[in-house]
C-alpha cells in the first residue's frame, strides 16, 4: 500500500491556463460586487414553513464543541505533526493514516494534533472518500484492475502523473503522463462494487457506493474505516465524494436516496458507538435540502465556492454562487458551521473570497489543490 502523501483532494478540474495579473485583479475586483451583494441567496431551495418555524429554535452552532472554531486547516499530503501541531488552527482536517505512522504510533500523533500551542483543544477530523476507492488504502488488491487501452486523444488532456512521490493533477504530454502513471480498469476478479477509473484522478475509482460489499469496509467491524477512526481516537469524520451520486442515476434511478442514506447511516453508527464523534459532508450541498441529512451532520464543507468551477483561479457564475448558497445558509440557519476551502493563491482572490466569506459568516481557508501544504492562516 502506498503511503498517505497520495491522497488527492476531492473537487476535480485541470489548471487553466494562467491569466495576466492584472487582468485578473480586475476580474476579481468587478466579481466581488457580485459575490458580497445580498448574501442570503435561496436559490433551489423551497424550504416548507414549518422547517422555517423549526430553524429559529437552532443555536447559532448546534455542537458546542464546535462554537469556538474560528479557522481551519486541510492538508492530505506531506503532513508534518509538529508543524500542524505548532499551528493556531482550531480545526485540522488531515488523512487517516497521520503522514505514515504505524498503527501504534498513530494515537501519540493524533494526541499531538489534538493541541494547540496554547494548550487549549483542536478538533481533528479524518478525511474519508466514500463515493471513491483509492487504490493506494489497506483494502485494496491489485487483483482487482489492469492497465486499460490509451484513452482516446479527444478524452480531456487532463493526467495524474507522479511528483516528489505525490500523485497530483497535472497538464503533460499525453505519452509520458500514460508511461508514468497507466490507466486502469476493472477486472473480473473486482468487487461489484468498484466501477471505473475517474480519467483525472488516476488511482480513484467510482463506486457502486450502495452495495453492501462497500458499505462493510465502511463501517461495521474493527477492521472498517468509521471503527478504526473513533477507536484510534479521532474527534470525526470528513466525508467527501458524496457528489458521485449524480454519475450513477442512469444505472441506479435512486441513487440520490442511496447517498443520503448512506451518509446517514454511517453518522447513527458512529454516535452509537461514540456520540461525541463528529460528522462533516464536503460539497454535494445540494443534498442538504434533506431534513434527515441535515440531522445526520454537525459542519458542513465547500470546495470552490467563490472560485475554481471551470477553471482554477477564475471566478464562479453568479448562478452557480447563489445556488450552493442557498443550500449552505439552510444548514448553516440549523446551527451547522460551514467550512470553505478555495484553491487560489493571489492576494486579489484571497481577499475576494474572504470578504464574500465574512458575509456569510462562514469559516475559510486558502489553499494549493493538491492539499500539500497547511497553511498558518485562514
Same mark, same amino acid.
Given at each position: 500500500?502506498?503511503?498517505?502523501?497520495?491522497?488527492?483532494?476531492?473537487?476535480? =478540474?485541470?489548471? /487553466?491556463?494562467?491569466?495576466?495579473?492584472?487582468? @485578473?485583479?480586475?476580474?476579481?475586483?468587478?466579481?466581488?460586487? +457580485? #459575490?458580497?451583494?445580498?448574501?442570503?441567496?435561496?436559490?433551489?431551495?423551497?424550504?416548507?414553513?414549518?422547517?422555517? @418555524?423549526?430553524?429559529?429554535?437552532?443555536?447559532?452552532?448546534?455542537?458546542?464543541?464546535?462554537?469556538?472554531?474560528?479557522?481551519? !486547516?486541510?492538508?492530505?499530503?506531506?503532513?508534518?505533526?509538529?508543524?500542524?501541531?505548532?499551528?493556531?488552527?482550531?480545526?485540522?482536517?488531515?488523512?487517516?493514516?497521520?503522514?505514515?505512522?504505524?498503527?501504534?504510533?498513530?494515537?501519540?500523533?493524533?494526541?499531538?494534533?489534538?493541541?494547540? /500551542?496554547?494548550?487549549?483543544?483542536?478538533?481533528?477530523?479524518?478525511?474519508?472518500?466514500?463515493?471513491?476507492?483509492?487504490?493506494?488504502?489497506?483494502?485494496?488488491?491489485?487483483?482487482?484492475?489492469?492497465?486499460?487501452?490509451?484513452?482516446?486523444?479527444?478524452?480531456?488532456?487532463?493526467?495524474?502523473?507522479?511528483?516528489? !512521490?505525490? @500523485?497530483?493533477?497535472?497538464?503533460?504530454?499525453?505519452?509520458?503522463?500514460?508511461?508514468?502513471?497507466?490507466?486502469?480498469?476493472?477486472?473480473?476478479?473486482?468487487?461489484?462494487?468498484?466501477?471505473?477509473?475517474?480519467?483525472?484522478?488516476?488511482?480513484?475509482?467510482?463506486?457502486?457506493?450502495?452495495? /453492501?460489499?462497500?458499505?462493510?469496509?465502511?463501517?461495521?467491524?474493527?477492521?472498517?474505516?468509521?471503527?478504526?477512526?473513533?477507536?484510534?481516537?479521532?474527534?470525526?469524520?470528513?466525508?467527501?465524494?458524496?457528489? %458521485?451520486?449524480?454519475?450513477?442515476?442512469?444505472?441506479? /434511478?435512486?441513487?440520490?436516496?442511496?447517498?443520503?442514506?448512506? %451518509?446517514?447511516?454511517?453518522?447513527?453508527?458512529?454516535?452509537?458507538?461514540?456520540?461525541?464523534?463528529?460528522?462533516?459532508?464536503?460539497?454535494?450541498?445540494?443534498?442538504? !435540502?434533506?431534513?434527515?441529512?441535515?440531522?445526520?451532520?454537525?459542519?458542513?464543507?465547500?470546495?470552490? +465556492?467563490?472560485?475554481?468551477?471551470?477553471?482554477?483561479?477564475?471566478?464562479?457564475?453568479? =448562478?452557480?454562487?447563489?445556488?450552493?448558497?442557498?443550500?449552505?445558509?439552510?444548514?448553516?440557519?440549523?446551527? +451547522?458551521?460551514? +467550512?470553505?476551502?478555495?484553491?487560489?493563491?493571489?492576494?486579489?482572490?484571497?481577499?475576494?473570497?474572504?470578504?464574500?466569506?465574512?458575509?456569510?459568516?462562514?469559516?475559510?481557508? #486558502?489553499?494549493?489543490?493538491?492539499?500539500?501544504?497547511?497553511?498558518?492562516?485562514?
Amino acid at each position: 500500500m502506498s503511503q498517505p502523501d497520495q491522497i488527492q483532494p476531492a473537487q476535480r =478540474q485541470a489548471a /487553466p491556463t494562467r491569466l495576466g495579473v492584472a487582468a @485578473r485583479a480586475g476580474i476579481l475586483l468587478a466579481a466581488l460586487g +457580485l #459575490f458580497v451583494s445580498g448574501g442570503a441567496w435561496l436559490l433551489h431551495a423551497s424550504i416548507d414553513p414549518q422547517e422555517e @418555524r423549526d430553524a429559529a429554535h437552532f443555536p447559532a452552532v448546534r455542537n458546542e464543541a464546535l462554537s469556538e472554531i474560528k479557522s481551519w !486547516g486541510y492538508q492530505l499530503q506531506g503532513l508534518r505533526i509538529g508543524e500542524a501541531a505548532g499551528s493556531q488552527h482550531d480545526l485540522l482536517v488531515v488523512d487517516e493514516q497521520l503522514a505514515g505512522s504505524g498503527p501504534g504510533q498513530r494515537g501519540l500523533a493524533l494526541s499531538a494534533l489534538k493541541r494547540k /500551542p496554547d494548550g487549549s483543544r483542536r478538533i481533528v477530523l479524518a478525511y474519508l472518500s466514500i463515493g471513491e476507492a483509492e487504490s493506494y488504502r489497506g483494502y485494496w488488491q491489485k487483483t482487482w484492475t489492469q492497465a486499460a487501452s490509451e484513452p482516446a486523444a479527444s478524452e480531456p488532456h487532463a493526467e495524474i502523473v507522479p511528483i516528489g !512521490g505525490t @500523485r497530483v493533477l497535472a497538464s503533460a504530454p499525453r505519452d509520458e503522463a500514460a508511461r508514468r502513471w497507466p490507466a486502469q480498469t476493472p477486472t473480473p476478479a473486482a468487487p461489484a462494487w468498484l466501477g471505473q477509473e475517474n480519467p483525472q484522478w488516476r488511482g480513484n475509482f467510482v463506486v457502486r457506493f450502495w452495495d /453492501p460489499g462497500w458499505r462493510a469496509i465502511l463501517s461495521g467491524s474493527s477492521t472498517a474505516v468509521i471503527d478504526r477512526l473513533i477507536a484510534v481516537g479521532f474527534d470525526g469524520v470528513y466525508l467527501d465524494r458524496a457528489d %458521485v451520486y449524480a454519475q450513477w442515476t442512469g444505472e441506479r /434511478p435512486q441513487a440520490r436516496a442511496d447517498m443520503i442514506d448512506l %451518509v446517514t447511516h454511517l453518522s447513527a453508527y458512529a454516535k452509537a458507538k461514540n456520540p461525541e464523534f463528529l460528522v462533516a459532508l464536503q460539497n454535494a450541498e445540494e443534498l442538504l !435540502g434533506n431534513r434527515k441529512l441535515r440531522r445526520a451532520l454537525d459542519l458542513v464543507a465547500k470546495e470552490d +465556492l467563490y472560485f475554481g468551477i471551470g477553471a482554477d483561479a477564475q471566478p464562479n457564475s453568479q =448562478q452557480d454562487v447563489k445556488a450552493s448558497l442557498a443550500h449552505l445558509k439552510r444548514a448553516q440557519a440549523e446551527g +451547522l458551521p460551514v +467550512l470553505v476551502v478555495e484553491y487560489v493563491d493571489t492576494d486579489a482572490a484571497m481577499e475576494t473570497a474572504r470578504k464574500a466569506l465574512q458575509a456569510e459568516g462562514f469559516i475559510g481557508y #486558502f489553499a494549493p489543490r493538491d492539499l500539500s501544504v497547511l497553511r498558518t492562516g485562514p
